[in-house]
């Protein structure tokens, strides 16, 4: 749900049965989190409860439970899968705020927004975000078409990455034109690459094919999806092993 919130449905057998009652969350070490109500029409046989809390007390929910009713019908048990992580998103773009649907940001914080608490860099050097963002110990960065990122704050990235941390960029003119980036699965072809243009013998790109080994295994390929411009991969033995996603000329679009 919505950054913090946790909805709770409530069920019983039949009507008449348990009006009201309160649902408790509790963490690891059986301690509260939270309390709050809920109460069933005449008729129905569900309802819900739901929680507010900071994002970071949400995910120390192991444990939620109706009050005083001692059975495993009242219980639920919560894991790494229910916690909303939260995700940094950093671009270089100076006028996101007049042109949002231009934005380098805009779709993917569209995309997110239902599953994470998104913090977005506001008003900072890409670097400076960077590192604040390492500094709050966020578990996913993503880089919205940012160049090199160099100095002190590439090698708290570097180190972050190496750590576990989950770095995610997405291309564009900057990226094309940046020097070279140690910071990417492959190694890029610098200039990028314009398709169906005037001077261009290709044509706009669709998708043909997700690796087997990646996220989007098993999902059917898109066919209303074209690509026009593109950042290529230098060609070599291990390209194919870093591909999740490739173009119909065999071109990989998502490396990892």
């Known amino acids: 749900n919505a950054a913090g919130g946790l909805t709770v449905k409530v069920l019983r057998a039949t009507s008449g049965l348990l009006d009201s009652g309160t649902v408790r969350a509790l963490d690891l070490k ?6 709050v109500p809920f109460a069933f029409k005449a008729a129905d046989l569900e309802t819900d409860a739901r929680f507010n809390l900071p994002v970071e007390i949400r995910n120390d929910i192991a444990r939620i439970e109706i009050a ?3 059975s495993a019908g009242a219980v639920q048990l919560l894991d790494k899968r229910s916690r909303r992580r939260t995700v940094g998103i950093v671009s270089a773009a100076t006028a996101d705020t007049s042109e949002p649907l231009l934005s380098s940001s805009y779709y993917i914080q569209r995309a997110l927004s239902p599953f994470a608490d998104l913090r977005v860099a506001q008003g900072e050097a890409p670097a400076d975000a960077v590192t604040h963002f390492i500094d709050q110990k966020l578990p996913m ?7 090199t990122v160099a100095g002190g704050a590439h090698d708290r990235l570097t180190q972050w990455v190496e750590n576990g941390g989950v770095l995610v960029r997405f291309a564009g003119p900057r990226l094309a034109a940046a020097s070279d980036d140690d910071l990417v699965p492959v190694k890029l072809r610098r200039g990028g690459r314009i398709l169906g243009g005037s001077l261009s013998w290709d044509q706009p790109q669709p998708l043909t094919a997700f690796s087997h080994n990646g996220p989007f295994a098993g999902m059917p390929v898109p066919t209303d999806v074209t690509v026009t411009r593109q950042v290529l991969a230098e060609p070599d033995a291990t390209l194919s092993d870093n591909t999740w996603a490739t173009l119909a000329d065999g071109t990989p679009l998502v490396t990892a």
Do not use: Q, T
């Not at 059986?30 to 309390?35: F, K, Q, W, Y």
């Not at 960065?141 to 160049?147: H, S």
């Open 68 to 70: 005083n009713e001692r």
């Open 30 to 35: 059986g301690l509260s989190l939270g309390e």
């Open 141 to 147: 960065l993503i880089l919205a078409d940012v160049g």
